[in-house]
């Protein structure tokens, strides 16, 4: 039947619907359109619908088996074979270059349903025959995980989609950055100190009452009439011996967990410097100077 023979029906239904009803078929701009015009060309393929879209082989594959409520790992290869080849057939005869990849789907269907057509061999004792079906199912089993993880991500919230970015302006500058240093370079100066104290050891016995307050009244005198500001290992005196070096950093210790003093790195293996805490000079030296330890 030709096309203005399908044109030809159509107004003569039209007409027949319109004179029943009383009312025109279509309106155009809001004008009733009486019949359908006699020049009106209707290509072929203008009424070629895609209802379903596959994003592959493996996506039809799993379609129909879910479509045919089996189970993915006893797949019945006769039917699943008739109703894929059916519509490839149908996808080749609209577009051959889209059915490429599913014709090569269709060629392993075809092959995996005669090998379970020829005779089963005999399992070798301790080994299992392997299935035709096996690798199909692996691939299956495969693409199902991925659709549902990307399923999944697809689901979480979006930029752009789901919620907008929002810029806020942050005043970095504001913000103190401490140098990235180690305790350890503590360690290793205070032994430093500890091994040249051991050089200038004296072999004098003597029992001599050391006071920790009293160094630390000592640190404080020392640091303030330095300006406040004193590396680590001028604070020392090497020649006065171990026991006097201990209580001293011990004193200094003291100090620094009163906030009376401060040490400071300004990178790793750098030197360490010892100041005063802005603010506290005087009350911290009055106080040290003025206390004494009872030992």
Not at 37 to 60: H, K, N, Q, S
């Amino acid at each position: 039947m030709s096309d203005n023979a399908v044109i030809e029906q159509v107004s003569e239904s039209a007409a027949d619907s319109q004179t029943e009803s009383g009312a025109p078929f279509a309106r155009i701009y809001g004008q009733p359109m009486e019949q359908l015009p006699l020049d009106l060309y209707i290509p072929p393929d203008a009424m070629a619908v895609m209802l379903d879209a596959f994003e592959g082989p493996l996506d039809l594959l799993l379609y129909l088996i879910r479509k045919a409520n089996v189970n993915v790992l006893d797949i019945p290869m006769a039917p699943l074979t008739v109703q894929y080849l059916t519509y490839v057939e149908a996808m080749r005869s609209q577009n051959l270059e889209l059915a490429a990849d599913y014709l090569v789907m269709a060629a392993m269907l075809i092959e995996i349903k005669s090998r379970m057509l020829l005779p089963k061999l005999k399992a070798v004792e301790g080994e299992e025959v392997e299935d035709p079906r096996a690798e199909l199912v692996r691939r299956l089993i495969e693409y199902e995980q991925m659709k549902q993880a990307a399923h999944k991500l697809d689901e979480l919230p979006q930029a752009e989609r789901d919620f907008d970015w929002v810029e806020v302006w942050v005043e970095k500058s504001m913000l103190q950055r401490l140098p990235e240093v180690n305790p350890d370079d503590l360690r290793d100066a205070w032994t430093g100190i500890v091994r040249q104290a051991k050089l200038h050891t004296r072999h004098t016995i003597q029992r001599e009452e050391l006071s920790v307050r009293e160094h630390m009244g000592v640190i404080l005198r020392t640091l303030r009439d330095a300006g406040g500001f004193v590396e680590f290992v001028g604070m020392f005196d090497v020649t006065l011996g171990a026991q006097v070096l201990v209580v001293h950093f011990l004193a200094m210790l003291e100090l620094a967990r009163e906030h009376l003093l401060e040490m400071t790195q300004a990178e790793a293996f750098a030197p360490i410097y010892v100041r005063l805490t802005d603010g506290r000079l005087e009350h911290g030296s009055e106080q040290s100077d003025g206390s004494e330890d009872p030992e």
